[in-house]
């Protein structure tokens, strides 16, 4: 198991090699939450310009953040406490939270979320922690292992809830990323994780 430091300096590594202009630690891993998005595409376009845009939309693959990243960097510790990126006080992050965009997605994971938010641990993290709830936005929108990026955010996930979740996941799809605010949150946890 990688530790969060060795995340990071991996993912430099790769936006170094792929990326013609040299990224700050917290745009590096922007572009790496972003290309393995539902949407990466399109989320890249939005966020980045130029040469950053046009190196990440082509070599999106190699760039996105890999599943075992994602629950590194994110993922709750085994004691029941959040990430430590997802438990620092930033302010953008409690902003995005608190946004009415941040309340509606929130109102729908905890509908899908129903019965792993009943477990103790899972249900203290998360009405602890904003980053916890931004995370979970995180995995929701992963182009693929979204039950599997929640479960390591949340320290635990309940299977009955997989199905609410797909069926979640696939009502985003259809209707499309929000991506102003999707990209706001990837880029407020890549700040958060690059510290």
């Not at 890999?66 to 430590?84: K, V, Y």
């Not at 809830?161 to 929000?178: F, H, P, Q, S």
Request: glycine share 8%; with cysteine.
């Amino acid at each position: 198991m990688f530790t969060s430091v060795e995340v990071v300096g991996d993912v430099r590594v790769r936006t170094q090699r792929h990326i013609a202009v040299r990224l700050n630690d917290a745009l590096a891993l922007a572009v790496a939450l972003s290309s393995g998005a539902v949407e990466g595409e399109n989320l890249i376009e939005y966020a980045f310009s130029g040469t950053v845009r046009t190196d990440a939309l082509a070599q999106r693959q190699p760039l996105g953040l890999t599943a075992s990243e994602f629950a590194t960097l994110f993922g709750a510790r085994g004691d029941g406490r959040a990430a430590p990126a997802c438990a620092q006080a930033s302010k953008r992050i409690a902003e995005l939270d608190e946004s009415t965009e941040g309340a509606r997605v929130r109102r729908r994971l905890e509908a899908a979320l129903l019965c792993t938010l009943s477990e103790q641990a899972s249900a203290a993290i998360w009405k602890r922690y904003p980053g916890v709830r931004l995370a979970a936005v995180a995995a929701l929108h992963r182009e693929d292992d979204a039950n599997a990026a929640l479960a390591a955010v949340l320290g635990g996930f309940v299977a009955v809830d997989a199905r609410r979740v797909d069926d979640l996941k696939t009502a985003i799809e259809d209707d499309g990323v929000d991506l102003i605010f999707v990209s706001e949150v990837l880029g407020a946890l890549a700040e958060c994780a690059a510290l």
